[in-house]
């Protein structure tokens, strides 16, 4: 359905900890390998391992991955799941549930550990969105990680939407179809 392909986006960008906020997300522009990334080689020239997958992915010192929820309703969310980061080396990821509406619901950092992100509520109206946010911390080594969070409907149903749940993996998808090129006019008389 339309709704189930534009609910999640896959980015990468900034995660500014002092406004509480992304200050920048850039839509990934490549998907292969059932990974959304910046170019077909990996790892890229300029940004390195950065990725998403349907469980998780890689960030880059510089740029934290950002899997982008949009509400498609009125509704009062929970959120369960866990970050895991299971590598004994480097330092560890950092992560982010942030609310375009609240501002950071959840944070924390796994090394070598799996913790658990779950946010009890937090209201959203169409067009909000919630960042799942990873970061590198001061390294970039061994920062792959898993992070696939279910959001569902707390109490009620969602005004506008024909769904009451959300799940990061499931939901996954590559770019929608391409439509086809509409017939010019001697294609159509041809018909």
């Known amino acids: 359905s339309v709704e189930h392909q534009s609910t999640w986006e896959y980015g990468y960008g900034k995660f500014d900890k002092e406004e509480d906020r992304v200050t920048e997300f850039i839509p990934f522009p490549y998907f292969g390998d059932e990974q959304w990334k910046v170019s077909p080689k990996v790892p890229d020239p300029k940004l390195g391992w950065i990725n998403l997958n349907r469980l998780g992915g890689h960030p880059e010192v510089e740029h934290a991955v950002i899997r982008r929820w949009v509400s498609p309703a009125t509704a009062t969310l929970s959120i369960e799941g866990h970050l895991v980061h299971d590598n004994e080396n480097g330092d560890g990821v950092l992560g982010y549930l942030v609310s375009s509406r609240e ?11 799996k913790i658990p992100t779950d946010v009890t509520a937090t209201y959203v109206v169409p067009g909000d969105t919630i960042d799942l946010v990873v970061a590198s911390g001061p390294t970039n080594g061994w920062d792959s990680f898993t992070w696939h969070p279910r959001l569902w409907v707390k109490d009620g149903y969602a005004e506008g939407a024909s769904r009451r749940e959300w799940l990061s993996r499931i939901d996954f998808s590559g770019p929608p179809p391409t439509p086809p090129t509409p017939l010019n006019p001697l294609e159509q008389y041809a018909q």
């Open 103 to 113: 501002g950071i619901l959840w944070s924390g950092q796994a090394h070598d550990s």
